[in-house]
């Protein structure tokens, strides 16, 4: 767990399940994943690296998160370039800010948020197509395709 997280209770999210989300789509037919996964196998961008070097909470939705004070210009044109693609397929992106978080904790209370004593580094060299299932004990993720990040010519 993070630095600063010492204030909050709530479900810890499985190390195994964490992740940045780029686009949410929600709910699709059959069909409608082979289009999303024929879109986003188009994409290409470069790998990077994202600095998580802040923490927060969302009261609105109890999520306690770590963060980037600033989005790495390489995950704006992947975000970009995987938003052209699903529009191009006929999705509706998101039209929301996209603020890049990690979630941390589901179900926050917390008293204060701690800034992090040293940033954590991710290095991002591939973006994959996921599935959440809401379980009684929490959100699961399967991975169905995954994409490396290669550098563009």
């Given at each position: 767990?993070?630095?600063?997280?010492?204030?909050?209770?709530?479900?810890?999210?499985?190390?195994?399940?964490?992740?940045?989300?780029?686009?949410?789509?929600g709910?699709?037919?059959?069909?409608?994943?082979?289009?999303?996964?024929?879109?986003?196998?188009?994409?290409?961008?470069?790998?990077f690296?994202?600095?998580?070097?802040?923490?927060?909470?969302?009261?609105?939705?109890?999520?306690?998160?770590?963060?980037?004070?600033?989005?790495?210009?390489r995950?704006?044109?992947?975000?970009?370039?995987?938003?052209?693609?699903?529009?191009?397929?006929?999705?509706?992106?998101?039209?929301?800010?996209?603020?890049?978080?990690?979630?941390?904790?589901?179900?926050?209370?917390?008293?204060?948020?701690?800034?992090?004593?040293?940033?954590?580094?991710?290095?991002?060299?591939?973006?994959?197509?996921?599935?959440?299932?809401?379980?009684?004990?929490?959100?699961?993720?399967?991975?169905?395709?995954?994409?490396?990040?290669?550098?563009?010519?």
């Open positions: 767990m993070a630095e600063g997280a010492e204030h909050c209770g709530g479900r810890r999210m499985r190390r195994d399940s964490l992740h940045v989300t780029l686009e949410f789509i709910a699709v037919s059959p069909e409608q994943l082979v289009r999303l996964h024929d879109a986003s196998a188009t994409v290409r961008a470069a790998p690296e994202m600095v998580l070097d802040r923490l927060g909470w969302w009261p609105h939705n109890a999520i306690f998160w770590a963060g980037c004070q600033e989005m790495p210009s995950q704006r044109r992947l975000i970009a370039a995987l938003s052209r693609a699903l529009l191009a397929a006929g999705f509706q992106p998101d039209s929301r800010q996209h603020v890049p978080h990690v979630t941390l904790l589901r179900q926050a209370r917390c008293q204060e948020v701690r800034p992090l004593d040293a940033p954590i580094r991710w290095q991002v060299d591939d973006f994959t197509l996921v599935e959440s299932f809401l379980q009684p004990s929490g959100v699961r993720y399967r991975v169905l395709e995954r994409w490396p990040l290669q550098e563009c010519a």
